[in-house]
């Protein structure tokens, strides 16, 4: 059976090359807003850090209808952090719109989705996005494509993919550059006729492969995926099957089923082949999982999600400000949230430690647990996190191999002296150098993961705010060696009590402050960088003795430089391995792991 009535895709992109803004414009122009009503912009991203960041984090689900046609859409994230969200989503399509910005052309995550899309053998639309920038080359675009198309070995079918050339900020599409553009007509047109129609065979048993997780407070997890085979309805019963998992056979009952109607989950009693459906009522369903008759269990294949490179230790609080600040405080609340990640995240992968206090939290990059930490703490969670580190393997003649990355960065020719020189120092290989559109010089770096670790805001400080990175997993190679991070130390805070004017004075001139006047500190917190490669402790709670004796210059003002306040990406950044992060929902305190001062310096003499 071939379901001419349905085409399912997927977006896939490297991170800010219009996903999100040509779903909305698909949106809009199929007509499933009103004509009065009012959209914001980037309607899929709908939690609230997508929002403020202007990533896509989770990949999401919608639907629109052009000429009788329901076109399954799923928006993908472009971050290479979020890369387990595009490799599960894959299954549930039969093709993909790869987006590649006009200007920028294809980079590193470009690379990586296209090749997942490929592995699944999906036949791939080419949409060459923001033609309409001023420094736009659309022409040499098309060509990179084609290199990265034989770079990966695609096959003839692949390289005859068709190219479609859009404005997603304008809603406009176009076949060819010298058409006049009016609308997103030829992209629907390209869909219909290049994305097969989804195909099974509704008379054998049931089958859907479970390739998201979503999570609501009332109806508890809800499975996503597409009907491979049969029918499914509400109020039948089925067996969870997993093909990694040959053991697992659970009999369960589908109690609702919905299919997707524009941005809408709407009630179904049935659904057939090639639908996208999300399932409620399974407490026990795990992506991966195939939902089957129970007559003919058969699970469908699920490719294993890439491995975690980079680990941090999460940990209750123990601070002297601990608990004035969380809802959510001890060892089980943490516990609980994070093995309750693991529900909608596959990336993820937590391991209890030695200590019932600790939890160790693996990811595929920091920008993935720094997202699961800003979540956490917006919950109302009250915890401590170390430095991250990166995640060794050991090959079979025992020697130690490390995650690499390939990095790509787009620099003014001015500053590509200084990023180079960084880099070097952080055991990076300068793989190719090439200018890039009118001043800019495209740097591409092999480089240990670990490199990069800390290392995003010296760039922005030595690009001056202009310069872009992009990063993308390049398999383990042999370990490089020892790598020096900070070349700075810390300022710490000598004693507890709060922060005042005259002691923040004096201490300024040792380096760059994190904290201002009246703020509470304790002994062993972190409260500025030192100019020089030590740490250093300071009083910042001493006040100025009052006497009968007055100079010149007593009454005068204490002119204090206003704090360096940290990100929470800027603190991960900025914490050594003896430092750890506390993060409460109304603050960030970075500390040294040992509060006391004389025990710390009896484990630096140790160690």
Known sequence: MKREDIRNIAIIAHVDHGKTTLVDQLLKQSGVFRDNQVVEERVMDS????????????SKNTSVNYKGVKINIIDTPGHADFGGEVERVLKMVNGVVLVVDAFEGAMPQTKFVLKKALELHLPVIVCINKIDRPEARPNEVIDEVLELFMDLDADDDILDSPFVFASAKQGVAILELTD???????LFETILEHI???????????????STIDYNEYVGRIGIGKVDNGTIKVNQDVVIV???????????KVSKLYEYEGLKKVEVNEATVGSIVAISGIPDIHIGDTICSPEAPEAIPFQKISEPTISMNFRVNDSPLAGQEGKFITSRHLRDRLYRELNTDVSLRIEDTESTEEFKVSGRGELHLSVLIENMRREGYEFAVSKAQVIYQKDEAGNLLEPMEEAVIDVPETCSGAVIDKLSQRKGELVSMSQFGASSTRLTFKIPSRGLIGYRSEFMTDTKGEGIINTLFDGYAPYKGEIAYRKQGSLIAFESGEAITYGLFNAQERGSLFIGPGEKVYAGMVIGQNGKAEDVEVNVCKKKQLTNTRSSAADEALRLVPPRILSLEQSLEFIDNDELLEVTPQNLRIRKRILDSLERKRANRKN
């Open 180 to 186: 006049t553009p009016s609308s997103m007509e030829p």
């Open 242 to 252: 997993n093909h990694h998992d040959p053991d697992k056979i659970k009999k369960v």
């Open 196 to 210: 097969p129609a989804p195909e099974g065979d509704e008379n054998r048993g049931t089958q859907v492969l479970i």
């Open 47 to 58: 939690n609230d850090i997508e929002r403020e960041r202007g990533i896509t984090i989770l």
